[in-house]
């Protein structure tokens, strides 16, 4: 059972009064460049103009200029849904995080969000937590346009026997049909074996009889089960998630119900590429209803992936419970009595829960389960781009403590002429910087060091009271019994021009490890290698204006030219073994590299990839941890030839137009 539940110079600086950068929260709108989808049977859902050979779906970013389209053929517009079956916010972040810097369009609809606010009694929509340095992310979740209160629910739909019933119904001990207009019965289960209404008494056993009697029944379950409930079981403790409670399981459904059409509008109406159902997902009867309502808007023209995340690992188990504390079901509680409502509500899904697999494979239903938060992978016909992307990100998944520093190379000689691309050596300036960089990464080394070895020192599994956090329950593989901190190796990684490499010249390769990759090579400009920006602007006006329209599709003309979709792509392999590694990480490489970076790490939308301001003589710090990546900035000051901390850094778009 899982723990969850659920670009003139290189160095322009930014103007100080340059507004960060945040995310659009509008969706992106579907141009004429339709994507491929899989390959099912016409139906009415679909244009009968052609069947597309493939579900590799073209990213939400326009084409390059200069890319020519292979596909001839008109093809439907595609989607795809995660269900996320516990999965759990952390994973959930880091899944929407990728497919979004890979240019598909992904929103996270968390249900837990809509039904704290139905609960809250509250029409009005909850406000997105800010994240740090004043970002929204394209993971962050999206308010409701339609949750309302509790009672706008209930009324709604409760009270007035509305037929969009949620699965899981029991009627005299068998299941009915949700999507059955003939059952208007409230979900789920009441023991109607002692009913206290005379009609409910006379209800046959086999649950046949005539419709009336069957709507008065409907009335009599209003009457005395609803009516009667006391309103504390409302309270989104332990008992309100009690399969048992009939309101509470009520709201639940429909509120899943309701965030799913969200889903849907949001693929088919708003030109989403992904949608991640974000919920509990736990039982047979939950998963139906999310196929079927698919099937029911959009037939057989949506991928469907379902996700599961278990937990068999005591210690992971009890750490994620533990995280779970500082969640806003339980923030601000008495963490005792918090951990212990949880571990009850995690006994309710138990009742009901019904792990992914079996049913799934007798209907050929593409699955992952993730056991032990990447521990083993257990696929099951995952077919086409986005499914398999999905599968190899989590492949390549781990939660070591560990840091990743981005930074440029030092000022090169091309630098101070203005210059783009080529491969010049570094100024003098940039000599001091590369000084400078090797023994702050060192000290850094040596802090963090201190710091682990403390952590390690206050972690105990299970954990006690008194721990001010939860524990890495990675302290806990390092052999039997040792929960200490293990020096992590120190990973220096340059491109294959000179100024990346001689950054990282000083280095010692007995205590770093030092690698050269031409992934992190710098934006190749092609004709214009070599080049500034006034003369491109004056020798190449067309070329020119084409780039200040569209910077990150735009590709140089010429031998080995490109745009930053291309950077992207070569830099998708880097980023998966970031991911997967244990150890730290420095990156040293150039401008368009590091935006393209920190994008990905700090879940920016992609059209102000190309605009991110990354001047020379700044450092990037990214720690990832459960709830999100902590980010810092640091500036190299050539005065005392040392990084200093800039407090509440923001990225920023480059004010230049040359940038």
Not at 299 to 327: A, Y
Not at 559 to 582: C, F
């Amino acid at each position: 059972m899982s723990s969850y539940t659920a670009a003139v110079s290189e160095d322009t600086r930014a103007s100080e009064h340059a507004p960060p950068i945040k995310e659009n929260i509008m969706p992106h709108s579907r141009g004429s460049n339709a994507s491929l989808a899989a390959p099912y049977p016409p139906s009415k859902y679909r244009s009968s103009i052609g069947t597309a050979l493939t579900d590799t779906p073209a990213t939400t970013a326009p084409n390059s200029p200069r890319i020519r389209e292979i596909v001839r053929q008109p093809s439907s517009a595609y989607g795809y849904i995660l269900s996320v079956a516990d999965l759990g916010r952390y994973i959930t972040k880091k899944i929407s995080r990728y497919l979004n810097w890979l240019q598909h369009d992904t929103r996270i609809f968390n249900v837990g969000e809509r039904r704290r606010v139905a609960v809250r009694g509250s029409s009005r929509q909850p406000t997105p937590a800010k994240p740090t340095n004043g970002f929204r992310r394209d993971f962050d979740f999206r308010p409701s346009l339609t949750t309302g209160s509790l009672n706008d629910i209930l009324n709604r739909k409760f009270l007035s026997g509305s037929p969009t019933l949620a699965p899981g119904i029991l009627v005299n001990g068998r299941d009915v049909d949700p999507g059955s207009t003939d059952d208007l019965l409230p979900p789920p289960a009441v023991d109607t074996d002692k009913p206290t209404d005379p009609e409910l008494r006379a209800a046959p056993p086999d649950g046949t009889g005539s419709s009336s009697s069957k709507r008065r029944s409907v009335e009599a379950l209003r009457v005395n089960t609803v009516d009667q409930l006391e309103p504390e079981v409302l309270e989104q403790t332990a008992d309100f998630f009690d399969p048992e409670n009939i309101k509470a399981a009520y709201i639940r459904e429909q509120v899943a119900q309701e965030t799913l059409d969200e889903l849907l509008d949001y693929i088919l109406e708003q030109g989403g590429s992904v949608g991640i159902f974000d919920a509990t997902n736990n039982t047979l009867k939950r998963r139906q209803m999310i196929m079927k309502r698919i099937r029911e808007r959009a037939g057989l023209e949506l991928g469907v992936l379902f996700l599961e995340s278990i937990c068999f690992d005591k210690q992971l188990l009890e750490s994620n419970m533990r995280l779970k504390l500082s969640g806003p079901d339980y923030r601000d509680q008495d963490p005792v009595i918090a951990l212990a409502d949880f571990k009850k509500r995690r006994s309710m899904y138990e009742k009901t829960y019904v792990p992914v697999g079996e049913y799934e494979e007798r209907n050929n239903q593409p699955y992952v389960q993730m056991i032990d938060v990447g521990r083993k992978i257990v696929s099951h016909r995952i077919q086409g781009f986005l499914s398999a992307q999905t599968v190899y990100y989590l492949l390549n998944f781990n939660l070591s403590p560990r840091q990743i520093w981005i930074t440029r190379h030092g000022e090169s000689l091309d630098n101070l002429s203005g210059k783009i691309g080529g491969d010049s050596d570094l100024s003098a300036k940039g000599e001091a910087y590369a000084k400078a960089l090797t023994m702050f990464m060192q000290h850094e080394r040596q802090m963090w060091d201190v710091r682990q070895e403390d952590k390690a020192r206050l972690t105990h599994f299970p954990p006690i009271p008194g721990d001010v956090t939860p524990p890495n329950p990675d302290y806990s593989r390092h052999g039997e019994g040792s929960y200490g901190h293990i020096h992590s190796s120190f990973c220096v990684w340059t491109s294959m021009l000179k100024r990346s490499v001689q950054t990282a010249q000083y280095f010692d390769e007995e205590e770093f490890e030092v690698k050269q990759m031409r992934m992190l090579d710098e934006l190749n400009a092609g004709a214009m290698e070599g080049m500034t920006y006034g003369e491109i602007k004056i020798k190449h006006k067309h070329e020119y204006e084409l780039r200040k329209k569209n910077k990150i599709a735009y590709r140089y003309p010429g031998a080995g030219g490109e745009s930053y979709l291309d950077i992207i792509n070569r830099l998708r392999a880097v980023i998966v073994e970031v991911e997967r590694m244990t150890d730290h990480v420095l990156l040293v490489g150039h401008r368009s590299v590091a935006r393209v970076l920190l994008a990905y790490f700090r879940g920016l939308k992609h059209e102000d990839i190309a605009d991110l301001d990354v001047p020379l003589g700044m450092l990037y710090m990214l720690e990832p941890k459960p709830y999100g990546v902590d980010f810092k900035a640091y500036r190299y000051n050539p005065e005392t030839d040392w990084f200093h901390l800039v407090p509440d850094y923001e990225l920023r778009r480059a004010t230049s137009e040359h940038e």
